[in-house]
């Protein structure tokens, strides 16, 4: 147990480090893939909190990583950089305050009315942006320059570089899950797992159980809110579909994939699902079929929940077990 | 006898057309412990959940500590003093024993936790929880995860996590069930300690247990009370007799 612990932390580290060094070695195409994927990791980090730790199953958290999105397209000046320092405090505050008012509704329901009103909400938010004219309607707005983050003349980081952009991407991929282990570590984070496993047990306990899920609740929107912000800084456009809920699905598989309540397994997901799928489309490979990987993607999903149930990282737990117990004997 | 701590009267309370229980009246002094008998579906696990608040009483009133509190919470009344186990037993199986205390203990901090410290490092709190295994007699099983611990373990990891949470008032529902006999002697004694410190209510099969333990003893037949008070004279009666004791040779 506590070898394969160590084998985990260190597969960690490594990958940390090769990610850290990627950018020495790589094509343009593959460092914007990599950006694109760690931004998804932090996106599907964020619903873990909620789905793999607390036990709340959402089909909405697309809600907060497009609104999100569309508060920087909103705050952006045409054809002049935001700055990052502004919109990013101010997207992830609006963001906050809106899982806030919809986890202060949504928590009071649990189970498949849970998911129901967490989709709910989700579409709600999709049409305001779709049918309104409040963010370009159906076309969606581009944000022409990416924020910036010089503060007067000094300038360190200049995320139109896609080295810069990478980097800064990855710190902050990092920062989350650090942030989200502390969070798991700590007095919160125990009950949050806790009412997981047994909320009559906790709420008896003398917890207040609805505060506990409306903070895990407020931390991943905001979270999710922060993969939103970065998605549309790469992709300089943002449209009504990343509020749709088959985002939230696709997060939701990545989630499944991967292997849920370990926040590394988020991670996997993330780079299994994006990889595997670019592979699925190259034609060099499958020919015309590429053209519908979806398919192949949804063979291959059911694969892996019937092979791996807890996910890909399971994979890698059993291999820590074997290594374990080839050292002990 | 001691000023009472909890008093509940008229408690009743309906599930559709069954009245599981019809207006009991009963009251939880400090250090005496009183036991509630009576066969299978009397009303008493019934009993125990209005007391602790994960049901509402259809009528009746529960004083405590000078204001009625049928009305709050399961959690507020935590709070305020009243732990409780259950029937079956349910801790955090994937927790270990340690952590299970430590997450009772935790829930007595007033103040909010800073959310990036460990838990582990909280001493004052892990002190707290270690302290009650060592009362329960698990010191030494402190690290092995809830759901592996024998059924009598689990049994005491319930009591222990009650005690972490320094109640005044323990319902205690059925904590031997399932016990194997030197383990129901064990439990006993463990239970004499804690009633010394507590205001308690024991539902419980196990008449040993019950005639050992019991200050006053209330007998439940299909929800009503059939007779209470002091556990010899209740125990001569002979509609309690018929109702229930008839089954226990003593
Ligand atoms: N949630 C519920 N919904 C409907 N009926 C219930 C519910 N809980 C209990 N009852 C019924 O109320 C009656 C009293 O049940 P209760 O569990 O309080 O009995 P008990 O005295 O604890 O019995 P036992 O000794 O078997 O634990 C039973 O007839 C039971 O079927
Ligand atoms: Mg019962």
Known sequence: MQDSDRLIRWLIVLGAVCLALFPLAGSTFYLQLLTKIMIMAIFAMSLDLIVGYTGLVSLGQSAYFGFAAYMLALASPKGAAASLWLTLPGALAATAALSLAIGLLVLRTAGIYFIMVTLAFAQMLYYLFHDTGLGGGSDGIYIHVRPSLALGDFNPVNLADHTHFYYLVFALMLGAYLLLRAVIASPFGRVLVAIRENPVRVRSLGFQVFNYKLGAFVLAGTLAGLAGYLSACQFGFVNPEILSWHYSGIVLMMLLLGGMGRLYGAVIGAFAFILVQELFSLEALFGDFARRWQLSMGVFIVLVVLLLPRGLSDLVERLGRGAAKRAAG | ?250
Request: with cysteine; proline share 4%.
């Open chain 2, 1 to 250: 006898m001691t000023e009472p701590v909890l008093v509940a009267t008229g408690l009743t309370r309906q599930f559709g057309g069954l009245t599981a229980v019809a207006g009991v009246s009963l009251e939880l002094a400090h250090g005496v412990v009183h036991a509630v008998i009576g066969p299978n579906g009397a009303g008493k696990s019934t009993l125990a959940n209005m007391l602790a608040g994960e049901l509402r009483p259809s009528a009746g009133s529960i004083r405590y500590a000078g204001r009625e509190i049928s009305q709050l919470s399961a959690d507020r009344r935590s709070r305020m003093g009243i732990g409780r186990s259950y029937q079956t037993t349910n801790v955090v199986r994937d927790f270990s024993a340690l952590e299970n205390c430590r997450l009772a203990a935790q829930s007595r901090e007033p103040h909010a936790f800073n959310w990036l410290r460990s838990a582990r490092s909280y001493r004052g709190i892990v002190e707290a929880a270690e302290r009650s295994l060592e009362a329960v007699g698990l010191a030494q099983r402190a690290a092995v995860p809830a759901g592996h611990l024998s059924h009598g373990e689990q049994r005491q990891l319930e009591i222990a996590m009650c005690l972490a949470t320094r109640p005044r008032v323990l319902l205690l529902d059925e904590p031997l069930a399932g016990m194997g006999a030197e383990e129901s002697v064990s439990m006993i004694e463990l239970l004499r300690a804690i009633a010394a410190e507590h205001a308690v209510l024991l539902i419980e099969h196990d008449m040993d247990a019950v005639f050992a333990l019991a200050g006053v003893l209330t007998v439940m037949a299909s929800g009503a009370v059939l007779d209470s008070g002091e556990p010899a004279r209740v125990r001569a009666n002979p509609a309690v007799q018929e109702a229930y004791l008839g089954e226990y040779d003593a």
